[in-house]
């Protein structure tokens, strides 16, 4: 599971009511009021002023409203992906290597499939059965949709090579680890830039400890406690975080 990396004002504290699998698009019936979606609305969150649940009504009427444009954003973008993306394409390889010879291991833009989430926590999820699964709602760019599918190719490969048990912490956890280092979604510049979490040394390691431990968190065996979390991802660290395969080393 991908944390999702909007804005720290929209997401909300920490919850445990995630799951990593999900596959179904979730089209919830919110009662959509046109007068709430307005300018002074969003000053309101932008100036902090709103409730916890005015913001996540705003967001999820915004969501709602551009769930077409949003999708098929998203649907455009992941077919350019898996043609021209570098880091895209080296994964597809390499799962297609560990996959069974009939291709029903592989993951292409057929099973990836882009949806709204109601949920603000994460930007995407893996399924072993399903495929991978993408929150076009809280995709940013062209290039943090390249890092969320990553994430989640990761997530492939790692069962197919190691035969995971996603609900055995310590695996999750080096899963996690696993995803957050090699997909890319820690470099520093877009910590930097959207999350404002700019320590002087190791970003790297911090970004990747501090998102391992919240996509753990959010795992039913977990049951949101963040002690926990931290010590099924401290137990692996060094073994995992070390573990680039299929990549040489560290190059995003
Ligand atoms: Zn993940």
């Known amino acids: 599971m991908a944390e999702s990396s909007l804005p720290s004002t929209a997401l909300p504290p920490a919850t445990n009511s995630t799951t990593t699998t999900t596959t179904t698009t979730t089209t919830t019936t919110t009662n959509l009021d046109p007068s709430f979606y307005t300018w002074s609305a969003f000053f309101s969150i932008l100036t902090g002023s709103a409730s916890q649940s005015d913001r996540q009504r705003y967001f999820q009427y915004r969501d709602i409203l551009y769930e077409d444009r949003d999708i098929s954003r998203a649907n455009a973008d992941k077919e350019w992906l898996f043609k021209y993306s570098p880091v895209i394409r080296f994964l597809k390889h390499n799962i297609d290597l560990l996959g069974p010879t009939d291709g029903s291991a592989t993951i292409g833009p057929h099973n990836v499939y882009c949806v709204r989430c109601d949920d603000n926590v994460r930007s995407g999820g893996f399924d072993a059965e399903s ?3 993408i ?16 994430h989640e190719m990761v997530h492939a490969h790692d069962h197919l090579r190691f035969k995971m048990d996603p609900y055995d912490l310590r695996h999750a956890a080096c899963m996690e680890i696993r995803a957050s280092t090699l997909s890319g979604e820690c470099r520093w510049t877009r910590e930097f830039f959207h999350r404002n979490q700019w320590g002087l040394t190791q970003q790297l390691q911090e970004c990747v400890r501090r998102r391992a431990v919240l996509s753990v968190m959010a795992r039913p065996a977990a049951g949101g406690d ?19 395969r299929p990549f040489d080393e560290i190059y995003r």
């Open 131 to 133: 495929g991978i699964q």
């Open 226 to 244: 963040r002690k926990v979390a931290e010590r099924a991802v401290d137990g692996v660290w060094k073994s995992c975080f070390g573990d680039t």
């Open 135 to 150: 929150c076009a709602n809280h995709i940013r760019t062209k290039a943090h949709l390249e890092d969320t599918i990553a």
